[in-house]
């Protein structure tokens, strides 16, 4: 967002300003041309965006959470295009036999779609915080991205990888909306990327030496990956716990 004092010469009401697309694009989306660039750097020049955030540069770059939050939206709105998380459900449960479907139906008392969508509806509200609280862990062990940053530092770096990663699993929702289990391709993509930022980042940071360099990314592309399908299995667990409460208060018909 922009941080320009209002020139005193203009009308306020009447004049146009071009920084008000800016602002309208960031309070929509979470995004702004400010946004765009600290994508842009974090893909092709990750060091000197993790030297910003390690300086506790708040201007050059977009603090990375917002960003990582607003790539998010973007990938939930988009989930839309292919039926959104119901229809994403449905698709995994494809290879379900009648024999399985009919032991959930009789189990709860509803129809399999009552339970999809139930538990589909949690999930797209769900998804970002645990997924944002298991995978913020990071930011809270020194080791995994330098040890003597602030652990606003290590945050900023931690969600500006994931960002990245985040960018390339919008690309790649086709094949986890359309192939059964597809989400799973997608794995060894976001585990040879959170690296590849990790270990072209690190200088930035004054991280040098090789072999630092490439146990400290293993370390924490792994890490990371498993965090985040924590935060999957979460956001799972607590979705069937929806249904089952929704199911218990006599929300849902059969």
């Known amino acids: 967002m922009s941080d320009r004092a209002p020139d005193p010469k203009k009308d306020p009401i009447r004049e146009n300003d071009p920084a008000d697309i800016q602002r309208a694009t960031e309070e929509v989306l979470g995004f702004n041309f400010r946004s765009l660039k600290t994508l842009r750097d974090l893909t092709i020049r990750p060091d000197v965006v993790f030297a910003a955030y390690a300086n506790r540069d708040t201007v050059t770059y977009t603090p990375a959470l917002r960003l990582w939050l607003g790539i998010l939206g973007i990938q939930i709105g988009l989930s839309f295009l292919w039926g959104g998380y119901a229809d994403i459900m449905r698709r ?20 399999f779609d009552t ?11 769900l998804h970002a915080p645990l997924v944002g609280l298991a995978t913020a862990i990071i930011a809270l ?21 994931l960002s990245v990663g985040s960018i390339v699993g919008v690309a790649m929702m086709p094949i986890a909306a359309n192939i059964v289990n597809g ?9 040879a ?40 299995v979460l956001m799972s667990v607590a979705s069937i716990f929806w249904f089952i409460f929704q199911l218990q208060t006599g929300a849902l018909a059969s």
């Open 92 to 111: 995994q449960t494809s290879q379900m036999t009648p024999e399985q479907i009919a032991q959930i139906e009789s189990g709860f008392g509803v129809s």
């Open 115 to 125: 339970y999809i969508d139930t538990v589909a509806e949690a999930s797209a509200v």
């Open 141 to 161: 062990i020194p080791g995994l991205v330098g040890r003597n940053l602030s652990w606003p530092a290590r945050l900023n770096i931690t969600f500006g990888i």
């Open 183 to 191: 989400s799973y391709y997608t794995l060894p993509v976001l585990l």
């Open 193 to 232: 990327l959170y690296f590849v930022v990790h270990f072209r980042g690190t200088p930035g940071i004054g991280i040098t030496d090789l072999k630092t360099r490439i146990w400290r990314g293993a370390l924490f592309s792994v890490a990371t990956l498993f965090f985040v399908l924590v935060g999957g």
